[in-house]
């Protein structure tokens, strides 16, 4: 088992920044590739950044692309997800995911794959 948790969610005006936290703790945290996600209010959850089990490579959602950037700590059980030029539409709970792959882009096109999940942290972005 692999227990997730995010923190660092918040209120932030538009164009301002925020980093996310997700700390692991169970089974070998380097042994997974991670994700985040999030879901809008009436919209289903999607993918937003993956990074490797190694940190060495990264992969995002258009729309975020340029904007956001995914890291890892694996020292520190610890996945990050530094926002940048935030805006209103980047408003949502945002959730990490653990998945045992090799292939990171799985996370975008099989979602429903990854095996842990957290429960998320609240952003929202005003106007």
């Known amino acids: 088992q692999v227990q997730l948790v995010e923190s660092g969610g918040g209120l932030v005006q538009a164009g301002g920044s925020l980093r996310l936290s997700c700390a692991a703790s169970?089974?070998?945290?380097?042994?997974?590739?991670m994700g985040w996600f999030r879901q809008a209010p009436g919209k289903e959850r999607e993918f937003v950044a993956a990074?490797?089990?190694?940190?060495?490579?990264?992969y995002y959602a258009d729309s975020v692309k340029g904007r956001f950037a995914i890291s890892r700590d694996n020292a520190k059980n610890t996945v990050y997800l530094q926002m940048n030029s935030l805006k209103p539409e980047d408003t949502a709970v945002y959730y990490c995911?653990?998945?045992?792959?090799?292939?990171?882009?799985?996370?975008?096109?099989?979602?429903?794959?990854?095996?842990?999940w957290g429960k998320g942290t609240l952003v929202t972005v005003s106007s």
């Open positions: 995911a653990a998945r045992a792959t090799i292939n990171i882009r799985t996370m975008e096109s099989d979602p429903g794959g990854m095996d842990y």
């Open positions: 169970g089974r070998t945290f380097d042994s997974y590739a």
């Open positions: 990074i490797s089990w190694s940190g060495a490579n990264t």
